[in-house]
């Protein structure tokens, strides 16, 4: 599965985007799918992720009711509106795909697949 992220760019804080993950490759719906992102000098953390079976969504405590993660099998995208963008939500977006069991979708190393990211920064 090759994934690419795009959708990032610079926004005002209270502002929204809608980031993309287009895989292509192999049947990406049979994937569950995360985004984690890197902010400038510190370690990637967790964001979001949903099941590839039934569209279940987990979501870091930081983005709750700010973020929405959604996917499109028929076009094999997943997608991550993001509002209300905070300065603190400035990073480097990636999405990444794997076999995995739900109860480990906020551990990066269980994915199998990774796209290169989209930078997301947020002015104060």
């Known amino acids: 599965v090759q994934l690419q992220a795009f959708g990032g760019g610079l926004v005002q804080a209270g502002g929204s985007l809608r980031l993309s993950c287009a895989a292509s490759g192999r049947t990406f719906s049979k994937y569950a799918t995360g985004w984690f992102r890197r902010p400038p000098g510190k370690e990637r953390e967790f964001v979001a992720a949903i099941s590839w079976s039934s569209g279940t969504t987990y979501y870091a405590d930081s983005v709750k009711g700010r973020f929405t993660i959604s996917r499109d099998n028929a076009k094999n995208t997943v997608y991550l509106q993001v509002n209300s963008l905070k300065p603190e939500d400035t990073a480097v977006y990636s999405c990444?795909?794997?076999?995995?069991?739900?109860?480990?979708?906020?551990?990066?190393?269980?994915?199998?697949?990774w796209g290169q990211g989209t930078l997301v920064t947020v002015s104060s």
């Open positions: 990444a795909a794997g076999a995995i069991d739900y109860n480990y979708v906020d551990f990066a190393e269980k994915y199998d697949y």
